[in-house]
């Protein structure tokens, strides 16, 4: 069993090899234990500083590496880029090269260009996490999503991935969640299908090793785990499906469609939720529902990303 990620930095699951996504699920067990204590909090990485460098948008994600970096200690600086350099016209190689000047341990960055944390891995010493780029990888949402899977499953006495059926249904064509996940469970030897809209999911997916299929009940046809992604709202204005009220009901998951899964189906969503319209309220708010589980354990695996890329005590 290894004890370390063989890279500095983290750009993708496609990356990973299953050791060090072992490595990462297992050490995230242990920081879980951390956020039920009194005190929330270790040193293992005191003296340590983290940027969180975000070009867009974000509530779970930048929040949690946050904490996450608090719970252990470090000393975490959060950029606004609206209030940056950036809007004088600054690239993204001198914010990098600033950045690098300040000396920091690790810059968790999300950027709207695919390929952004790669870029600036190149640059700076210390270590790079991809928060999301793009429509390229967000892996810390993978990592958090099959840990959560997987917490759930110990409690029903599995012991491992391998061969469960995993349906992700959406925006296949310009999601990262979906990348990042669709690599990490091959890698851990899921079943993966995915569905959604023609115009919505990529030519020869296949050759990423899942299947497709436009009829939502025939993708969640006995399966184990149902992941919901968020209609980007912007897609219909570039008429990439008729309306949002035909996607709620040809897509949406609600409870009639529901019954095509397993009894114990696991129902997760990276957020933010369009309710109503690809998850309905009943079913996003239900017995079957880890969508706030997610949200818990998105620290505990971002504990366990920071403390192993910035060798934390």
């Known amino acids: 069993m290894i004890n370390k990620l063989k890279s500095k930095d983290l750009i993708g699951t496609k990356d990973l090899s ?19 204590r009194d005190i929330k909090k270790v040193p293992a990485l005191r003296g ?13 994600t930048r929040t949690s590496f946050e904490i996450a970096g608090k719970r252990l200690s470090a000393d975490v600086v959060n950029i606004s880029v609206s209030t940056s350099s950036v809007v004088k016209g600054e690239t993204l190689k001198d914010t990098a090269k600033n950045l690098e000047a300040m000396n920091p341990d690790a810059v968790v960055i999300r950027h709207s260009s695919s390929g952004a944390p790669d870029f600036i891995s190149k640059i700076l010493r210390c270590s790079v996490i991809n928060a999301g780029d793009g429509a390229h990888e967000h892996p810390t949402q993978a990592l958090l999503d099959l840990f959560t899977i997987r917490e759930k499953l110990v409690l029903r006495g599995a012991k491992e ?19 990042s996940n669709i690599y990490a469970m091959n890698k851990m030897g899921m079943d993966v299908t995915v569905s959604g809209p023609s115009t919505l999911i990529p ?24 992941i919901m992604l968020r209609i980007q709202l912007e897609r219909q204005e570039k008429g990439l499906f008729p309306s949002i009220r035909e996607y709620s009901r040809l897509f949406g998951l609600n409870t009639e469609k529901l019954k095509n899964a397993k009894e114990d189906v696991i129902i997760m969503h990276p957020g933010p ?13 239900g017995q079957y529902s880890l969508i706030l589980d997610q949200v818990t354990n998105g620290v505990a695996v971002r504990m366990a990303i920071l403390h192993l890329l910035t060798g934390g005590t």
């Not at 299953?18 to 039920?36: G, H, N, Q, V, W």
């Not at 460098?53 to 779970?60: A, I, K, V």
């Not at 991935?161 to 990348?179: C, Q």
């Open 18 to 36: 299953l050791e060090e996504i072992l490595l990462i699920l297992d050490t995230a067990e242990s920081m879980k234990e951390i956020s039920s």
């Open 48 to 60: 340590k500083t983290i940027i969180n460098l975000f070009y867009e948008s974000s509530t779970r």
């Open 161 to 179: 991935l391998k061969g469960l059926k995993v349906s992700i249904i959406g925006d296949i064509t310009h999601s990262r969640v979906a990348r």
């Open 203 to 226: 030519v020869d997916i296949e050759k990423m090793g899942v299947k497709v299929f436009t009829d939502v009940k025939k993708a969640i046809e006995g399966a184990d785990v149902i």
């Open 273 to 285: 939720m369009n309710r109503g319209v690809e998850i309905s309220a009943d079913v996003a708010d």
